[in-house]
């Protein structure tokens, strides 16, 4: 049976919703006029939400309660924005240590949807989403995925790594009805994977293929080197981690479209996404997002720690929590797409993969491949490991041409980088495998930095 994407998204998933009894439909019908609203107007609106959810997490979580008594603030002190800052950063490790008192006393457990983090960063953490929370993130979330080109009801070539959500008959039916998503599996990214992925598509046709930067790009280098076309979706949606250019370069080439950048987590779903104009803007439906070091706001061009308050979570408030991730706000004030909402210059990465160097330098893992990995001929994949300040250990994989002179480059590369005092080991692998979540880590560092 093959239904055409319109006939879905007017006639099944608005019954869908009904039967459900579900209003994302209803919310993403006011997002696309929000995100046009004048800056000012959605800041006022942003506060008048957090003062509410401030209120409420104050007389109904333990965890708020202890924290606002702590730092001596009410919920009513915090009468602008910017107050927002007097209240403490909420971790990962507050979390685990916490979660249950994070949790709503006044809202029922079956109204709460039960997540679980990768745990990329070393440990997964535990959380809960109430209902709305969720109908408000399914909505936002496609109101983002607009930008890219698809639109609901649109087959979705999904290059991802959790493929049991389409298993049973329930989900299957939701699946081929609704989500429509074309399930491309990337537990082993093998090329007999890849040739199975380009039959599935070249058979299924998706309007848009998404999935994790490094998958896409892996893919498009598949189909490049074995001469495979025919691939063309409307769209591509890079998600979930930091899309290097030439990754980006690479994939558009091979399928002839725009890849549209989104970032968010599992904690509080979208928080950045590529408008048509290339712009980063910043989630203001449902988050109010900062940018921190050490404690303060830092100045647009700055890194700075990425620190999200989720203004539709009542079921287990997140207010002012650390992501693990470093960006850069702009100093851009205004974008050609009409979404008034700012802007980030760039996704740095995680914080745990910025390499320290002994003399105070802080080198983030996307411009260490960028202007390192990247000017290796003979290096076909990379980590850099840093347990210590002044040890590096490159995990590499040999490409064809890898020689003598490839390890000469990187003794001048790694002098140049890191400096003289920085010793390195380098270890011959057959292949770095990404993580369960499906997540490619470049670099990876054991020490604290500014934004750790
Ligand atoms: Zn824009």
Known sequence: MSLSGSFIRTVIVPLWAMKEGTPYLRHLKGLDGSKKRPLAQVQADQLQRL???????YDNTPFYRRQFDSTAVKPSDISTLDDLRKLPLLTKDDIRANGDDMIARNIPRDQLVAKKTSGSTGVSVELFVDEASAQWKRAVTVSYDRWAGWDIGERVGAIWGNPECYQNWRAHLRNSLLTRHIPLDTLKMGPDTMRAYYDTLLKKKPVILFGHAHSLYLFARFLEEKELSGIHPRGIISTCMVLHDFERQTIERVFGCRVTNRYGCEE??????????????????????EFIRDGKPVAPGEPGAIVVTDLTNYGMPFIRYKVGDVGIPSAKTSCPCGCTYPIMDSLEGRVADYVVTPDGNYISGISLTENFAMHLPGVKQMQIVQEELDHLTFRIVKGESFSEQTVADIKRLAYERFGARVRFDIEYVDSIQSESSGKYRFCISKLQNPFS
């Open 51 to 57: 003062k509410k959810l401030l209120g409420h997490a």
């Open 268 to 289: 509080v779903s979208l928080i950045a996404c590529e408008c048509p104009e290339g712009n980063f803007h910043l989630n203001c439906d449902t988050l109010i997002v």
